[in-house]
């Protein structure tokens, strides 16, 4: 069973910095793409921004230049460094992942989210 789990949620105040983390677990064979996802309170989820393994990110214009995705050496763990944070970046903020394993070649997976708050 694939697991997402998300860790660095919480308060932060504008114009501050945060830094998120997925931790996938499971046995997984390949992971083709792993995203953020964001939904404000009263609002659809929305990418955030996405990783395709051996590709280039790409980033929603609204986090465009303050927010940065990454995976560490073994691109496996998934990174959010959000810089410059603003009160509308409030929301809960999703982990998502297209993986293979033994028994499937390809799924999407979602994590449970965590909640991240900007505000003074």
């Known amino acids: 069973q694939v697991q997402l789990v998300e860790s660095g949620g919480g308060l932060v105040q504008p114009g501050g910095s945060m830094t998120l983390s997925c931790t996938p677990s499971?046995?997984?064979?390949?992971?083709?793409?792993m995203a953020w996802y964001r939904q404000a309170p009263g609002k659809e989820r929305e990418l955030v921004a996405s990783?395709?393994?051996?590709?280039?990110?790409i980033y929603s214009d609204s986090v465009k230049g303050r927010f940065t995705v990454s995976r560490d050496s073994t691109e496996t763990i998934l990174y959010l460094q959000m810089d410059n944070v603003k009160p509308e970046d409030t929301a809960d903020y999703f982990c998502?992942?297209?993986?293979?394993?033994?028994?499937?070649?390809?799924?999407?997976?979602w994590g449970r989210g965590t909640r991240v708050t900007i505000s003074s």
């Open positions: 998502n992942a297209d993986v293979e394993t033994p028994e499937i070649a390809y799924r999407n997976y």
């Open positions: 990783d395709i393994t051996g590709g280039n990110p």
């Open positions: 499971g046995n997984i064979l390949m992971i083709y793409s």
